[in-house]
């Protein structure tokens, strides 16, 4: 099983989303970085809240879906 990380909180390099890919022996990869919170010129930021996993287009992968505090989601597929 891998590992998502959401941080809504930050926006230095570790600040939105990572992935961690499972090794297969307890550990896990460095975490690959999918997206960053953001902060547009003169609006609030849009900090990402909450990920999600399924397969939404049936092609048998699993896609990946973020969510941002705007209420937008986002979706990654293969």
């Known amino acids: 099983m891998d590992l998502i990380v959401v941080d809504p909180d930050d926006f230095g390099p570790h600040g939105g989303v990572q992935v961690y890919l499972n ?11 999918v997206r960053g919170n953001e902060a547009p010129i003169d609006s609030p930021p849009g900090l990402f809240a909450s990920a999600a996993v399924g397969d939404l287009n049936s092609d048998g992968c699993s896609d990946l879906v973020l969510t941002d505090t705007y209420g937008l989601a986002y ?4």
């Open 75 to 78: 979706v990654f597929s293969t």
């Open 23 to 33: 090794n297969g022996n307890g550990t896990f990869t460095p975490g690959q970085f």
